[in-house]
């Protein structure tokens, strides 16, 4: 018997076919109901429910996720969406907590629209007073679930190799895109922050190098690991890239970096909140999931 096997015989948050089919429709009911109101309502409905900061309609903050400027907007955010969503939801069904993805799922649709909306109407009115814009998008909820990404990594770390290491892994990659966002903007590395983000490093380096018995003669078991840990990080720089593109202004259009900053940074925190709160039945007999291992 596989370790899959009896992790889900012992009563793990595995899901059936039937319930992998009902989260896939969830996950993607949020893209069709995105693209019937673009495509459904007409333009001057859709115009009513974006968010004009002039007038600072408390309904069109959270309506204003939903509406999209024209159909190039609306595809990339909902590609972006269901990119991150899927990994996301993927993650969390290897660890065993798909009742976490399904919780925090709703809470992002709920929650995020909102959040984001208020957050980045503060922003923008304290360094651009003298302006009025009108917002609207998915976007800020998408990096969101790219926050949830980031978390749902960490989570399978932390329960196949412990916290510390989860913690370690979570400030080199935490500094990786701190330092992807800086390039972007300035254009190229200063040696200060090189520097700085150098020692950092070294840092969560020392860290895990105290965390992994340097005598194991097993070290193979841990090439999995690293390669499922590889691939997540490039698409976390991928998400951060498309996050936040080097030119704001393109197409007489202009990206709101800061609601992506205040989604990706809610969505971390709430991932978080929503992981520490809700009860895990992930371990299996020996104690792991079968992730990263």
Partial sequence: MTDSERWAMEGSDVPSRRRLIQDALLIGGVAVVLAVVHL????????RLAFDHGTLDPVTVFTSAFVHVDGRHLLGNVAGYLAAAALAYGLAVQVGRRQWFRVTFGCFLLGLPVAVGLTSYAILAWQFPGIDPIT????????????FVFVAMLAGIRDAFGARTALFVGLAVWLLLLLEVYVIYAGSLTLTVGVVTAIGW?????GLLGEVDLADSQWARYWPALGQVTTVVVFLVLFVAILFPARIVADGTVTNVFAHA??????TAGAT????????NSEGSNGKPPFLQ
Wanted: net charge positive.
């Fill in 40 to 47: 459904g309502l007409p333009p001057a409905t859709r115009a």
């Fill in 136 to 147: 609207r998008g998915f976007s800020g909820v998408g990096a969101g679930f790219v926050g």
């Fill in 202 to 206: 070294g840092f969560c380096l020392w």
């Fill in 262 to 267: 205040t989604g990706l940074l809610y969505g």
């Fill in 273 to 280: 909140v929503t992981y520490r709160i809700l009860p895990s």
